[in-house]
């Protein structure tokens, strides 16, 4: 089962480790349109999309927030690998009529419990509706740093980013993208596209990124979880507390189980997100 409280934020918090970066230009949309995982029609400034850019073979490469206002795009990606998201886009751009510039020492992300009216922009986490309000601002306010939104984040079960995904290995699907609104299968065709269609309807997942809680000390990074039998069924990602996400073989896994993992126990639990009719 999961943690009996899940602390929702009753507060702003500082998101350091996001950083900005914003399109502008005519092609905007159009050029986004053709490498994303979502479809970029549904982006407001008021309405967010979360989404992802993968490689040729339906590998994850980067996920990210879209929202729009006053003609420019604002991307809210990881700042430890911003670099790498903006060479790519780049790359992509050609001769198309968009420019595409790092803002990451511009603005900053704040998480938060409602709507702000301070800063450039504030909207829905499109994920899930208890993950709050994401507000850009342009530059970062008195909060503190604390640990509320991860907190809350492992409470729901979500992945963050490179820190649950394998860059150029996980499947975005393994990854709930698709149950946390991140994809799209009827907008038509985008870098991967065909991969990721092809999971969804002709094969069966055999994978997925699920939350746990953890009993002893919290395991680091890919440490092996394994049954009652010592056999390897998944191993450990990103983490905080007693809770945290693991990358599961579906078949060996059973909700509610507890299993090994380095010096401690973590037993798998079902989100509200999960598929009712699943793998």
């Given at each position: 089962m999961p943690?009996?409280?899940?602390?929702?934020?009753?507060?702003?918090?500082?998101?350091?480790?996001?950083?900005?970066?914003?399109?502008?230009?005519?092609?905007r949309k159009n050029f986004l349109q053709g490498l994303?995982?979502?479809d970029i029609n549904a982006v407001s400034d008021i309405?967010?999309?979360?989404a992802a850019l993968l490689t040729p073979q339906g590998k994850y490469l980067h996920d990210f927030f879209i929202i729009d206002k006053d003609d420019t795009i604002f991307l809210d990606c990881e700042r430890a690998r911003m670099t790498d998201i903006h060479k790519r886009l780049m790359m992509y751009r050609l001769r198309a009529d968009v420019d595409i510039i790092d803002c990451s020492?511009?603005?900053?992300?704040?998480?938060?419990?409602?709507?702000?009216?301070?800063?450039?922009?504030?909207?829905?986490?499109?994920?899930?509706?208890?993950?709050?309000?994401?507000?850009?601002?342009?530059?970062p306010p008195p909060y503190p740093k604390d640990d509320h939104y991860d907190d809350l984040r492992l409470s729901l079960g979500l992945p963050d980013g490179s820190r649950d995904f394998d860059v150029d290995k996980t499947l975005i699907l393994e990854g709930n993208m698709e149950e946390l609104n991140g994809v799209d299968f009827a907008k038509g065709c985008y870098v991967g596209q065909e991969v990721t269609a092809r999971m969804k309807h002709r094969a069966i997942l055999k994978k997925r990124l699920l939350p746990v809680t953890v009993d002893g000390p919290l395991p680091a990074r890919g440490t092996e979880i394994m049954d009652k039998d010592g056999k390897k069924i998944g191993d450990i990602r990103s983490g905080q507390g007693n809770r945290a996400i693991g990358y599961f073989r579906l078949a060996k896994m059973t909700f509610d189980q507890p299993c090994h993992c380095g010096d401690a126990t973590v037993t798998p639990w079902q989100p509200d997100w999960y598929p009712k009719t699943s793998d």
């Open positions: 943690p009996q409280k899940i602390s929702l934020l009753n507060k702003p918090a500082l998101l350091s480790d996001r950083a900005i970066l914003t399109l502008s230009g005519a092609d994303i995982t979502n309405s967010a999309i979360y020492e511009k603005y900053t992300v704040l998480a938060s419990p409602e709507l702000s009216s301070e800063g450039v922009i504030s909207y829905p986490d499109p994920r899930h509706p208890k993950m709050g309000f994401r507000t850009i601002i342009s530059a």
